[in-house]
Every structure is written in structure tokens, then in C-alpha cells.
T-cell receptor, first 111, second 115 residues
Framework: GESAWLHLPTLSVQEGDNSIINCAYSNSASDYFIWYKQESGKGPQFIIDIRSNMDKRQGQRVTVLLNKTVKHLSLQIAATQPGDSAVYFC??????????FGAGTTVTVRA | EPEVTQTPSHQVTQMGQEVILRCVPISNHLYFYWYRQILGQKVEFLVSFYNNEISEKSEIFDDQFSVERPDGSNFTLKIRSTKLEDSAMYFCASARTGVGGNTIYFGEGSWLTVV
């Protein structure tokens, strides 16, 4: 099945600060998660992914944390920049052929 | 970096008309997808296509919709007899392997407005 997602719809962050975007999922069988960034009028852009056998994965300026005990997924963005303003979606693998997206968190970076 | 390309970027059509949205997936990819996003809402799965056939489709993807890979490079979504509620951004996506094996790359989208 698919998760029902819980998340905050908006996040305002000061430029230079670290951002933390959270998602809570419900499907305990989910084994693969992805974070996507969507800028206005554009398609979702892959940021980082994580498999359920991991609890942390780092990329360039981003870190994804997975807590399977409480079914919680988060994306941390270090030193947030104006270009990070976008909608961020968490998504889970439903099967080989399908991703299921959460509703998205709009991140606004304040100068 | 290779990318998924979609045409048209924006199409306005009258209710009841047929539209075809076109996509050129990344060249060595084998899995193809259509998703849609109604303004201000989340991205919703429509259909996946692998090995020249539909591998999965959502409840949204009813008889009004069809997909085709007419040649080795294009992947199309046809919407027959469009309705007002079909107005949305339609995203094509592709991946080299199934979900979890490789990244799914999305195109920039085709914005469909039904009037």
C-alpha cells in the first residue's frame, strides 16, 4: 500500500541557517525514499534518496535521515541559500513501477 | 547531464477535444512514467510503462487516457475528450531500472489548460 503522509506545509528560514524539512509516513513496508525539489513551473528534481537499511545519507549540503521506528523522514539543508526556495516533496517507492509523493513543504528563504 | 524533454510546454484546449502530450525520455532508460500535478497539489502517479506495455496504472488513468511509445525515442500521453478537471501539469519521467534501483528523472512538464 501507500503511505498517508504528514508534513508541515510551509517553512520559513533565514539565509545561512540550516533547514530541516520533515515527513511522517505510515507504510511500515516502505523500503526506499526520495526527496525531490520543485521550483515554480518546473518538474521535480531529485535531491537525495535513502534505502530502509540505512538511517542517514549525506549529499552535497543535504542530509537525509530515516527513523523507521517512528516512521519519520527528514531532509536537512546546510547553510540555506536563496536558491533553495522551492517546494520539497518526500516520496516513497510503492513498487518497481511507482513512486508515491507526499503533499510538499514550501520553503521560503529570508534574506 | 541528460534530461527528459516534454512538448508542448503549455497547451490550451477546449473541453471535449483530444490532446497528445509528448516526451523524449533519457536515451538509455527503460522505465517510463506519466505523473500529473493539479495546481497547488501533490504529484500524482498516472501510469508506468516498461517493455512496451503498461506495468501499472492508477485509478485516474481510465479509458480516457492512453500511452504509446511509437518509436524508439518518444513516449506519448493521449487524453481523449478532455474535461475541465484534466487541467494540470503533466510530467513525464524515466529511469534506467525500476524504482529503487535507479533515480527517476522528471521532465519540466506540460501545462494543460482545458477551457
Amino acid at each position: 500500500g501507500e503511505s498517508a503522509w504528514l508534513h508541515l506545509p510551509t517553512l520559513s528560514v533565514q539565509e545561512g541557517d540550516n533547514s530541516i524539512i520533515n515527513c511522517a509516513y505510515s507504510n511500515s513496508a516502505s523500503d526506499y525514499f526520495i526527496w525531490y525539489k520543485q521550483e515554480s513551473g518546473k518538474g521535480p528534481q531529485f535531491i537525495i534518496d535513502i534505502r530502509s537499511n540505512m538511517d542517514k545519507r549525506q549529499g552535497q549540503r543535504v542530509t537525509v535521515l530515516l527513523n523507521k521506528t517512528v516512521k519519520h523522514l527528514s531532509l536537512q539543508i546546510a547553510a540555506t541559500q536563496p536558491g533553495d526556495s522551492a517546494v520539497y516533496f518526500c516520496a516513497e517507492r510503492t513498487n518497481d513501477y511507482k513512486l508515491s509523493f507526499g503533499a510538499g513543504t514550501t520553503v521560503t528563504v529570508r534574506a | 547531464e541528460p534530461e527528459v524533454t516534454q512538448t508542448p510546454s503549455h497547451q490550451v484546449t477546449q473541453m471535449g477535444q483530444e490532446v497528445i502530450l509528448r516526451c523524449v525520455p533519457i536515451s538509455n532508460h527503460l522505465y517510463f512514467y506519466w505523473y500529473r500535478q493539479i495546481l497547488g497539489q501533490k504529484v500524482e502517479f498516472l501510469v508506468s510503462f516498461y517493455n512496451n506495455e503498461i506495468s501499472e496504472k492508477s485509478e485516474i488513468f481510465d479509458d480516457q487516457f492512453s500511452v504509446e511509445r511509437p518509436d524508439g525515442s518518444n513516449f506519448t500521453l493521449k487524453i481523449r475528450s478532455t474535461k475541465l478537471e484534466d487541467s494540470a501539469m503533466y510530467f513525464c519521467a524515466s529511469a534506467r531500472t525500476g524504482v529503487g534501483g535507479n533515480t527517476i528523472y522528471f521532465g519540466e512538464g506540460s501545462w494543460l489548460t482545458v477551457v
